[in-house]
């Protein structure tokens, strides 16, 4: 579960800072398609590591339950949540 949620930390970073000050909701989440597409990929391959039993092996992981994933997801969504919290606090004293 811990390195699911790394790398959804991660790629939740990637999102949300690809402004220092606006919004992605404002800039539009699927305006970047060669970054949605690493996105879509990164997440392909993490479950991959996740769900097959060759990688289970060689990463010494093994398959998340939907209740772990639930949690995974929320967890890691927390880096996006706190990047676009703290850019709504720089738009508000901004003004």
């Known amino acids: 579960m811990t390195f699911t949620v790394l790398c959804f930390s991660q790629l939740g970073n990637a999102i949300a800072i690809r402004s220092h000050r606006v919004s992605v909701f404002s800039i539009g989440p699927f305006s970047n398609k060669p970054m949605l597409g690493a996105i879509l990929l990164t997440v ?29 997801i929320a967890v890691s969504s927390l880096t996006f949540w706190v990047v676009e919290l703290e850019k709504l606090i720089r738009r508000v004293r901004g003004k």
């Open 44 to 72: 392909a391959l993490q479950f991959m590591i996740i769900y097959t039993p060759f990688f289970n092996n060689l990463f010494s992981t093994k398959p998340l339950t939907l209740a772990e994933l639930s949690i995974t």
